[in-house]
């Protein structure tokens, strides 16, 4: 398994290598919801209650749409994954935004998963790694984990005082 995982790593990592990232203004929420509307039946299966708390700020990042909402489907995979065992009343998953200083960050929680390969989570780190972001995974204090992507938000224009239309600077 380990070999296999390695094989399929590297394969990966080498299509990123060689594809250019198709980067223009990326709405996050937007993402959110197109990655949950992918695995909303497995959730439904699966007995999973899904909650989205969106940062009222916009979180608009140069990125790749397709790479991106493929960071969201890992995590939720991984999330649902995770709670194959726990009891279907406990079965939560929590979807957040918030706009930290220069960087937007999604948290995706209640994601441990002890056993598989970790591919995915790897190549999701590939991914957020070629958005120049971050990835980060802490345990909650009640049980389950939090992965959170940290990813630069996209400049926005401002209204120059005294201008009579929007300038970019």
């Known amino acids: 398994e380990g070999a296999q995982a390695a094989q399929i790593i590297e394969r990966h990592r080498t299509m990123l290598r060689g594809h250019q990232l198709d ?4 709405d996050l929420h937007a993402v959110i919801h197109e990655s949950l509307a992918l695995v909303a ?11 989205v708390n969106l940062a009222s700020s916009p979180c608009v990042v140069n990125g790749d749409q397709v790479l991106l909402q493929q960071v969201l489907v890992n ?6 994954d995770a709670m194959a065992e726990t009891p279907a009343a406990r079965r939560r ?14 948290s995706v929680r209640d994601t441990t998963k002890a056993h598989g390969l970790g591919i995915g989570l790897t190549i999701t780190r590939t991914i957020v790694e070629a ?3 971050t990835i980060a995974a802490h345990s909650n204090p009640e049980g389950g984990a939090t992965f959170t992507v940290a990813l630069r938000r996209r400049d926005t224009p ?6 009579p239309s929007a300038a970019l600077l």
């Open 41 to 51: 039946h497995d959730l439904s299966t699966r007995q999973i209650e899904a909650t």
């Open 131 to 133: 958005h120049h972001g």
């Open 75 to 80: 995590l939720v995979v991984n999330a649902m």
């Open 93 to 106: 998953l929590t979807i957040s935004t918030a706009v930290r200083g220069t960087d937007v960050e999604i």
């Open 158 to 163: 401002r209204v120059l005082p005294g201008s």
């Open 23 to 26: 980067t223009k203004p990326i």
